[in-house]
């Protein structure tokens, strides 16, 4: 026996639903932290909740919260147990980034091999030692790259602490013979020097199995081939660092491991959808957006959530500009471009939380950071019979986009305003 009335909709719920902590009426709730998801109140897998476009031709990653990295194929979501990864595209512009021991250039010190799996990528590791200068190190990918003046290059170097505790990781000018650096104990590395080119961006984070990845990036100071290696920093001979890994990649927000060894390695960028049916997204709703670890490349923008027909005209979108402001976009034939500045998100890689909420009876847009600075906008979103597609961390046309961990996207029907939308977003 059917209850209802053609054309409503009725959700029971039992008041313990575990979606009913962001609202009772939720209509569709992805919980990517906690890999649990619904959909008009019944439980469902994660592919009826989104879809994801990857087309890169090989394996990518997802690294988990033990520290270890995940595999994925093609076109598949990257959810790990620290939520849906979305990068932009990646270009690895060095070879062999994860074959060391096999492929790596020996400038004066020895290597032997290290055993393990690290990472759960790496079996190729190895153990570097001195032979009495600091200088002493192991090259990765080669002669490295031909590099232009003054544009950012990013750099990643995965190691395990050896017996000198230390480690210099050295980008090097080959035909100048100059060298920028990183160095120090391992877990407290510094930027060393900034002879080749400047380094930015500096970040040196814990991974599991002891490994850590440092990651930055380098302005060179000329147009030349340049390359990665690291060293034990040590003026002993004997002491030693484990070298797991690295790789020169074209600046951006990630640095992601791409796994074709030899030549120009290339990822495509993750394209995530959320299939609303398109009367949800046409009536009035608001959707939750929880997002973490945000990386913008160095005055770069990045889009957050797109809601569009897929073309410029008919567009509400959610990105961070340059500034480091939250700025929502509204595009209409009828009305015309709008935007809506709102607060500022530094690119800190800390958690935020957006409630954006539009109604299409009345044209207006509201929007509300971590539950707080909420905003409004009036009158200005797009028809309601042309808004068919909602995007993740992208835009309409999928270009700028930012790396980040969605950890919740939810939609509740309604428009909110006020403490309403706030009570969502915080």
Known sequence: ??????????????????WAALHPKAVLVSDFLNDRYM???IDVPLSSNATCVRGSGHVDYALDVDGRFTPFADNILRRSTNGLLAETLGTRLTNYPDTPLTNGALIVANATAEPGNFLNVFSNAARVSSNGATWHRLTIGGAGFAATIGLPYGFSALYKAGSSGRVRVVLRDE?????????????????????AGTISHMRETLLGDGVYLLSGII???????YSISLSPDSNITGEDVVVIGGWIEAAGPSTPILDNPAGIGARAADII??????????????????????????GGEGYLLSVSDGTTANILDLRIDGSGTLVARANSANLGLQELFGTQVANDGLPHTIALSWDNGTGDVSLSLDGVSEVALGRNVPAAATIDQVKIMSAYDTSLQPKGLCTLFGAVPGYRTGAALEALGG
């Open 1 to 18: 026996m059917r209850l209802g009335v053609p054309g409503l909709k009725l959700q029971f719920h039992r008041g313990d639903d575990w």
């Open 273 to 298: 959808a959320d299939p609303l049916p398109a009367h949800w997204v046409s009536d009035a709703l608001t959707i939750v957006l929880k997002i973490d670890k945000i990386e913008i490349a160095a």
């Open 39 to 41: 959909r008009q109140g």
């Open 219 to 225: 302005t060179p100071n000329a147009s030349s081939n």
């Open 175 to 195: 035909p100048g013979a100059v060298d920028s650096s990183c160095a120090g104990i391992v877990g407290a590395v510094g930027i060393d020097g900034n002879w």
